[in-house]
């Protein structure tokens, strides 16, 4: 299973970007998608994340702010990000997990940059 992750960017404070997150197999055989972050000297957290039947969860620090979705026909999630702010500026990967014949298999997807210029 390949994740691609894309969208990322340069934006001002209070802008928007979509990432996107392109899936190699059906996203009917995933049963979680994230989107995580890590800024330099910190460890890597949980930006938003959402089960197949599509309940979603989002750290704290973005709620109201990002929206994470998936498209199945195109194989892909996304990370809706609005309101940006210069916290947010970190490499975004996305993660996907399957379970399959009882064990659980998870994929990265390679990172995509956002700056967050204030």
């Known amino acids: 299973v390949q994740l691609q992750a894309s969208g990322g960017g340069l934006v001002q404070a209070g802008g928007s970007l979509r990432l996107s997150c392109r899936v190699s197999?059906?996203?009917?055989?995933?049963?979680?998608m994230a989107w995580y972050r890590q800024a330099p000297g910190k460890q890597r957290e949980l930006v938003a994340s959402?089960?197949?039947?599509?309940?979603?969860t989002y750290g704290e620090s973005v709620k109201g702010r990002f929206t994470i979705s998936r498209d199945n026909a195109k194989n892909a999630f996304y990370l809706q990000m609005s309101s940006l702010k210069s916290e947010d500026s970190a490499v975004y990967y996305c993660?996907?997990?399957?379970?399959?014949?009882?064990?659980?298999?998870?994929?990265w997807g390679q990172g995509t940059q956002v700056t967050v210029s204030s």
């Open positions: 993660h996907a997990d399957q379970l399959f014949s009882g064990t659980r298999y998870d994929f």
């Open positions: 959402m089960i197949d039947g599509g309940s979603t």
């Open positions: 197999i059906s996203m009917h055989s995933l049963n979680v």
